[in-house]
């Protein structure tokens, strides 16, 4: 008999740990599937499980290793538009296009910019340095507008496009994910 809906799902998720003692040799797999099983499932469910596991051994190692090819393919499409849109950019601004639309956007996130700087033509690389500079000392000003207004003495100001440059400021050193 097959385990409940609800430990075939978290096997089914595995952790990397127990993926691990599913390809580990045969001496010492039992035993790493059993320590997986203590740590995540409930006493009563254990045995059954790991019979379970036991059995469909081969289909859960399937199944995780499509997961990860379906990751790797993901990761490399997502890596591929990355390079052509930074490079569909890069273009636009050297020909002195969409500068006046990136002036008024909030720029790229500084691990794309990196990206951006190393393989951008001298004169998009100056727009960029040169547009990002003043993009970030308006978020540190802004940023020092906070610190100003959390003193006791201005706590009663109102406040205006400061009020999330911690948020801003945090998207555009890390980046950020957008809700498409």
């Given at each position: 008999m097959a385990p409940s809906y609800r430990v075939r799902q978290k096997i089914r998720k595995g952790p990397p740990r127990l993926l691990r003692a599913l390809v580990a040799p045969r001496s010492g797999r039992d035993a790493a599937v059993a320590a997986w099983a203590e740590e995540e499932l409930?006493?009563?469910?254990?045995?059954?499980?790991?019979?379970?596991?036991?059995?469909?051994?081969?289909?859960?190692?399937?199944?995780?290793?499509?997961?990860?090819?379906?990751?790797?393919?993901?990761?490399?499409?997502?890596?591929?538009?990355?390079?052509?849109?930074?490079?569909?950019?890069?273009?636009?601004?050297?020909?002195?296009?969409?500068?006046?639309?990136?002036?008024?956007?909030?720029?790229?996130?500084?691990?794309?910019?990196?990206?951006?700087?190393?393989?951008?033509?001298?004169?998009?690389?100056?727009?960029?340095?040169?547009?990002?500079?003043?993009?970030?000392?308006?978020?540190?000003?802004e940023l020092s507008e906070i610190i100003r207004k959390n003193d006791y003495r201005f706590r009663d100001e109102p406040w205006g496009a400061e009020r999330d440059a911690g948020v801003r400021s945090t998207g555009k050193l890390k980046g950020e994910k957008r809700d498409t």
């Open positions: 409930e006493e009563s469910e254990r045995a059954e499980a790991q019979r379970w596991i036991r059995d469909n051994r081969e289909s859960l190692l399937a199944g995780a290793l499509e997961e990860l090819i379906g990751l790797r393919e993901r990761c490399a499409q997502r890596d591929e538009a990355e390079r052509r849109f930074l490079g569909t950019l890069l273009e636009h601004l050297e020909a002195g296009e969409l500068r006046g639309e990136y002036t008024d956007s909030s720029g790229l996130c500084l691990p794309h910019l990196e990206r951006a700087l190393r393989s951008a033509p001298p004169q998009a690389r100056r727009f960029l340095v040169e547009a990002e500079s003043e993009k970030l000392n308006r978020l540190v000003g």
